[in-house]
């Protein structure tokens, strides 16, 4: 994506957070489920029904360390949720008087083994998904920083050309584009959808004000500029 224009970055990145979301989701859902039905069919035998309360609660931690990654990328919620997964195998793999004594309960605790061996192959798959999130989230950074070095050149030369139609339009362009860029670093914050959708609506009235702003930047003088900004803005 290195050659992608910031529009379609941002829409690819907007794919990845709400797609890494709903995969979180979805798991966490028919875990927590499976782990109900356990607890009624084996709910008068204290010591399964303990076994697998170790298990729901791992898998608690583990959903919610899941969840925090997907929003923050944070380096501590990915050993949280192998060490939760991790405890999770060790209860559901283990050979003992209670796995012996019932071929339900350890078949059971076997599709729960089996169960969270997806879980955590779609974590990683969740973890590529951040990684590439964070990837566009830099190249748009960058990105960034080219564009306002552009329309602040073409602002200086209309101002000095006297092209003041012009330079009203990349002054708009300028203030809406920056307003882009502080929605986007809020969204790598806050991880909320809501902050991307306000910055692609500031990027695309950026480029609304700068395409007004070219009609009256014409010649050599402005010609290489416009073009640059037309493109990473489109």
């Keep these: 994506m290195i050659n992608w224009t910031i529009r379609k970055q941002m829409s690819a990145l907007s794919g990845l957070s709400i797609a890494s979301l709903l995969l979180v989701a979805a798991v966490s859902l028919v875990s927590v489920q499976m782990l109900n039905l356990s607890f009624t069919e084996f709910k008068n035998a204290t010591q399964r029904t303990e076994r697998l309360q170790l298990i729901f609660e791992d898998l608690l931690e583990a959903n919610v360390a899941a969840t925090d990654y997907e929003r923050s990328a ?10 939760e997964v991790a405890e999770i195998f060790v209860e559901a793999n283990a050979t003992d008087d209670l796995t012996l004594s019932s071929e339900d309960f350890a078949a059971l605790l076997q599709q729960i083994s089996d169960s969270t061996a997806r879980y955590a192959s779609q974590f990683e798959a969740l973890e590529s998904a951040q990684n590439d999130k964070l990837g566009a989230v830099t190249r748009l950074g960058d990105a960034g920083e080219a564009v306002n070095a552009a329309l602040a050149e073409i602002a200086a030369r209309a101002s000095i050309d006297g092209q003041l139609a012009g330079l009203k339009q990349t ?3 300028m203030q809406s584009f920056s ?7 809020r969204y790598i914050r806050t991880g909320a959808p809501s902050d991307l959708t306000t910055s692609d609506d500031w990027r695309a009235a950026a480029q609304t004000a700068f395409d007004r702003g070219a009609i009256f930047l014409g ?3 402005f010609q290489e500029l416009v ?8």
Excluded: D, K
Aim: glycine share 6%; proline share 0%.
């Design 179 to 185: 307003l882009s860029r502080l929605y986007l670093e």
């Design 219 to 221: 010649g050599e003088r």
């Design 74 to 83: 944070n380096a501590v919620a990915i050993t949280t949720f192998q060490n």
């Design 171 to 173: 002054t708009a362009a």
């Design 227 to 234: 073009e640059s900004a037309q493109t990473a803005l489109g």
